[in-house]
C-alpha cells in the first residue's frame, strides 16, 4: 500500500493492488520525514480494466491517476484499490508521496481503540474495521464474548469496544436514535447486560415489554453465558409498582395527570386541582370533593342542596349534603366543565392502577444493585417517571 496524487496535511489517497480497503479502518504512514502516522480511511473504491479511473464526478481526481502510473501501478494487469484516509492528528508538512502504508499492529493504535479497561468499562461489542488487528491484540481482549451477526453467532473477531461508563458523570446523558428496525433495542439489551455485570443500580421504563433477560442465551456455549436471573426485575406498573397518592405534591399532581391528558389539561383544570387538591389529600379525600362538587353542580343551587336534604330520612345521605354543601360554598365558583375534565382523568389512571402501590419495589432493586424493569404503556409510564 502506497501513498499516491497530491497530499496535503489532512487527507491523502492511498492504493493497493492486493486487498481492499474497509470503511474507517486505521491505517499506518510511514512518511520518511515525519515518521508513523495514523490515519482512517473515509472513502474507498476499486478499479480495474473495465471501469476506466477517470470516470467523472469520482473522488480520485487526476494527480492519483498520474502518480499511479509513475509509482508503477497498472490498471491492465490488476484490480487497484484507493481509498481516501484522514489523519488522526494534523501533520506538520504534506505526506510524501510513495510513502509506504500498512495495518498497524494492535500496539500501534491501542490507546485510539482502548478508553477503559475491560473490568471498569461497558463491552459492547467490536470496533467496526477491526479485523486486522485481532492477531495483534492482548490475550486479555480475545474471545471474550460472541457475535450475533447476519442471523449468526459467530466467534470475536475483532477489537473489543468497551464503553468508559466512569467519563458519563460529566455529561450524563446518551441518547440511541435510528430507524424502525436498525437495533436500538438490541444495542440498549447489550447496554442493559453489561450494567447489570457491573451491579449498577438501573432504571429502564420499557413501553414494549421487550427488556426481559430470563431467557436470552440459549444455543450459546456455557462458557459465553450469564445468568442474569438475579440481577433484574420486571416490574408492572398498576400491579408491582405505582406511584403513591398520598405522596404528591398539587404540582405533581398536575404534572402527572397532565402527561397522562396528553396535552388536553387546560389552565382551568389545573386551576380546579390547585384549588381543590389539599395537602396530604389522599386518592379518595380528593375524588370524594370533586365527585360531591360535581354532583352540587348538577342539583344547581345551595338551595336546592338543602331541599333534597330535607327530604332524606337516613342520616347518612344528610351528613352526605352537609358535606356537598360545604364543597359546594368553598368551590362553587369554579367551572363546572373543568371540573368535571379533571375528575374524569383523576378516575381514569386510578382504572389503570397506576395508584395503587408505590415505588418500594423499584427502591429495593436499586439498594440491592439491580436493574429494575419497569413495564407498562406508554402512557403511564409518562406518568411514573415523574416521581
Ligand atoms: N448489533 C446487532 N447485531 C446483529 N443483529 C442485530 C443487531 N442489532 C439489531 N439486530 C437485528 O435487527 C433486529 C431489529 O433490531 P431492534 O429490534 O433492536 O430494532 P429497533 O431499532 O429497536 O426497532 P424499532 O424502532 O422497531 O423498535 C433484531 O431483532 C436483530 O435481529
Ligand atoms: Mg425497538
Not at 490498471?75 to 500498512?102: C, F, H, W
Not at 456455557?222 to 438475579?230: I, M, P, S, T, W
Not at 365558583?333 to 381514569?348: E, I, K
Amino acid at each position: 500500500m502506497q501513498v499516491v496524487g497530491i497530499t496535503n496535511q489532512q487527507e491523502v489517497f492511498v492504493v493497493s493492488d492486493k486487498v481492499p480497503f474497509k470503511i474507517n479502518q486505521i491505517l499506518v504512514i510511514n512518511d520518511e520525514r515525519q515518521g508513523l502516522l495514523r490515519a482512517e480511511v473515509v472513502e474507498t473504491s476499486a478499479y480495474n480494466r473495465f471501469i476506466p479511473l477517470d470516470i467523472n464526478g469520482d473522488f480520485v481526481d487526476k494527480s492519483v491517476i498520474s502518480s499511479l502510473k509513475a509509482l508503477g501501478y497498472s490498471i491492465d494487469d490488476n484490480t487497484l484499490y484507493i481509498a481516501k484516509v484522514r489523519l488522526m492528528v494534523e501533520a506538520e508538512y504534506p505526506i510524501q508521496v510513495g510513502s509506504e502504508v500498512r495495518v498497524p499492529n494492535f500496539d500501534e493504535v491501542k490507546d485510539l481503540l482502548l478508553k477503559s479497561k475491560l473490568e471498569s468499562g461497558l463491552v459492547l461489542g467490536i470496533i467496526k474495521s477491526s479485523e486486522e488487528l485481532y492477531e495483534t491484540m492482548d490475550e486479555e481482549l480475545k474471545d471474550k464474548f460472541l457475535l450475533f451477526q447476519d442471523g449468526r453467532i459467530i466467534e470475536q473477531n475483532g477489537v473489543p469496544f468497551i464503553f468508559d461508563i466512569a467519563s458519563m458523570q460529566q455529561y450524563p446523558h446518551i441518547g440511541i436514535f435510528g430507524g424502525s428496525g436498525s437495533g436500538k433495542s438490541f444495542g440498549l439489551r447489550v447496554i442493559l447486560e453489561e450494567l447489570m455485570k457491573k451491579n449498577i443500580p438501573t432504571v429502564v421504563l420499557d413501553p414494549h415489554f421487550e427488556m426481559n433477560f430470563k431467557e436470552n442465551q440459549k444455543d450459546v456455549d456455557a462458557k459465553y453465558q450469564y445468568d442474569f436471573k438475579d440481577r433484574f426485575e420486571c416490574l408492572e406498573i398498576g400491579k408491582a409498582v405505582g406511584v403513591k397518592f398520598d405522596n404528591l405534591t398539587t404540582r405533581d399532581l398536575i404534572n402527572l395527570i397532565g402527561a397522562a391528558s396528553a396535552g388536553t389539561l387546560t389552565d382551568s383544570m389545573t386551576n380546579v386541582i390547585e384549588q381543590v387538591h389539599k395537602n396530604r389529600d389522599t386518592y379518595f379525600s380528593f375524588e370524594r370533593r370533586l365527585s360531591l362538587l360535581k354532583e352540587a353542580f348538577e342539583i344547581g343551587s345551595e338551595k336546592k342542596i338543602q331541599d333534597r336534604k330535607a327530604k332524606c330520612d337516613d342520616d347518612m345521605d344528610a351528613s352526605r349534603f352537609d358535606e356537598m354543601l360545604e364543597v359546594y360554598r368553598e368551590f362553587g365558583s369554579l367551572p363546572p366543565q373543568s371540573v368535571n375534565g379533571v375528575l374524569w382523568r383523576l378516575q381514569r389512571l386510578y382504572k389503570d392502577g397506576i395508584f395503587t402501590n408505590d415505588i418500594t419495589r423499584v427502591e429495593k432493586c436499586l439498594k440491592e444493585g439491580k436493574l429494575a424493569v419497569v413495564q407498562g404503556p406508554i402512557k403511564l409510564l409518562n406518568v411514573f417517571q415523574l416521581t
